[in-house]
T-cell receptor
């Protein structure tokens, strides 16, 4: 089946630094990828839709300058948390749609801890 | 606006019991519905995917049903085991609005040995 790889799986950083998370579709092309955020004991909330070759579409309340999304190829989307602060500590998960198939495949997630 | 609700929020059962987890959604215009399992601190594991034209899907001890007209889905787990302990998430993919998947808050299941 389709595989989505997310890296790193866990990252600890100091407050004020930037962290980049990668989401790769390993065996399919994805024109669209999605980024979700999950706080402890809560469900996943969509942050943004990443579109290959164009700007990402952010959900209401998500700061686009804080969470930079780049989808430069059909197999890679990146999420950069800029100037991270402790309140950005969360679980971030990406998903990807194989082109022409309306099924989402999810990455394993990245746990971000900001000290 | 699509909303997904899961009941109960938490459930504790003895090993061997059959159980049902419930998911309801407010807008029947969906493309598919998916059930996931999430272990503490881990990512999502897809359990079952039901397309809008389907009524149910089965995998091993799991059976998921979909009643689109009433906005409901159930996940049936037969002969529960301690290893089934996890959070179960229901997710609905609308067929409008950019196909953005909406997740329920989940049901935390604990199966006692």
């Amino acid at each position: 089946g389709a595989v989505v790889s997310q890296h790193p799986s866990w990252v600890i950083c100091k407050s004020g630094t930037s962290v980049k998370i990668e989401c790769r579709s390993l065996d399919f092309q994805a024109t669209t990828m999605f980024w979700y955020r999950q706080f402890p004991k809560q469900s996943l909330m969509l942050m943004a839709t990443s579109n290959e070759g164009s700007k990402a579409t952010y959900e209401q309340g998500v700061e686009k300058d804080k969470f930079l999304i780049n989808h430069a190829s059909l197999t890679l989307s990146t999420l950069t948390v800029t100037s991270a602060h402790p309140e950005d500590s969360s679980f971030y998960i990406c998903s990807a749609d194989p082109s022409g198939v309306n099924i989402q495949y999810f990455g394993a997630g990245t746990r971000l801890s900001v000290l | 606006k699509q909303e997904v609700t899961q009941i109960p929020a938490a459930l504790s059962v003895p090993e061997g019991e059959n159980l049902v987890l419930n998911c309801s959604f407010t807008d029947s215009a969906i493309y598919n519905l998916q059930w996931f399992r999430q272990d503490p601190g881990k990512g999502l594991t897809s359990l079952l995917l039901i397309q809008s034209s389907q009524r149910e899907q089965t995998s091993g001890r799991l059976n998921a049903s979909l009643d689109k007209s009433s906005g409901r889905s159930t996940l049936y787990i037969a002969a529960s085991q301690p290893g089934d302990s996890a959070t179960y998430l229901c997710a609905v993919r609308p067929n409008t609005g950019g196909f953005k998947t909406i997740f329920g808050a989940g049901t935390r299941l604990f199966v006692k040995a």
